[in-house]
């Protein structure tokens, strides 16, 4: 059965799901969000959501939608926390599961969501920031990272500036990031304490080693069993087509350009109609 890039790595952070733990997302992250919600309707029922979009916890996770999803997450929270709050207080005790989406990665899942160029006050570009990042990377055990695309600009010998704290002699809690994945394959991170570094697990269908090493701008690990990513099922295709998220919000995350602002005006009209009916 065919399957896309979004599809593959939906489903590979859907698995990556225990259940009855808590699981937090970010500011625009469908992939994530998708996956949560696969991982739901699958093997992890009993999950807790925790989300930045709407700053609160829940057991029922508001559905993907663009048009109403703060609304949505407001009315269906179990108790509404503030940002603050949240990674101050709250996420430290919770200790959540989190997917972050880094700018820049080094070997060691350090990674970087402030700025591309060495100047702080006058870099290449600036990026989204860093939220609480800063402050959850430090301590949480379940650190996920996710790259929807795979290329040099990404996998970086070092960082133009530190957000999230890798596996890092400066850690003094949490364990760092335990795994990564692109639209490529999957990697973990081998080896002990602060010299773990990135390692290759499995490539993704129509992906290759050689492929992901030439768009990795550092030297790879390979993993002395890493094979094929194991494809989605009949079932998690089908959920996440049709049920999770039809509309394809996931692709915003993969595309760029004409591409993604068209899909973004698709999904406004449908999600408009939807609220008119």
Request: with cysteine; aromatic share 8%; net charge neutral.
């Amino acid at each position: 059965m065919e399957y896309t890039p979004d599809e593959i790595m939906v489903v590979c952070i859907s698995r990556q799901v225990r259940d009855g733990e808590v699981v937090a997302q970010g500011l625009a992250t469908p992939i994530v969000a998708a996956g949560y919600l696969l991982a739901r309707r699958t093997h992890a029922p009993n999950l807790y959501f925790s989300s930045a979009i709407g700053q609160g916890v829940c057991r029922q996770p508001a559905p993907l939608k663009l048009l109403q999803v703060e609304s949505l997450w407001l009315d269906r929270a179990i108790t509404t926390i503030g940002f603050v709050r949240g990674v101050a207080d709250v996420l430290p005790s919770l200790r959540p599961m989190e997917f972050f989406r880094p700018a820049q990665v080094d070997p060691q899942g350090n990674f970087n969501n402030i700025a591309f160029g060495k100047d702080y006050r006058m870099p290449r570009l600036r990026l989204p920031g860093t939220g609480g990042i800063p402050d959850v990377t430090t301590f949480l055990d379940d650190i996920y990272l996710y790259v929807p695309r795979h290329s040099r600009l990404t996998f970086v010998p070092q960082l133009d500036f530190l957000s999230g704290l890798g596996h890092n002699k400066a850690r003094t809690h949490g364990s760092g990031p335990q795994y990564l994945i692109s639209d490529l394959g999957q990697f973990d991170f081998n080896g002990g304490d602060s010299e773990r570094s990135m390692r290759l697990i499995s490539f993704h269908q129509g992906a290759s080693i050689k492929r992901i090493q030439a768009k990795t701008g550092f030297e790879i690990e390979i993993a002395p069993n890493v094979q094929e990513t194991p494809p989605p099922t009949e079932e998690e295709l089908y959920l996440l087509r049709h049920e999770i998220d039809p509309l394809h919000i996931r692709r915003l995350e993969l595309l760029s350009g004409s591409k993604r602002r068209k899909l973004l005006r698709e999904i406004i009209m449908h999600e408009n109609r939807e609220t008119r009916v």
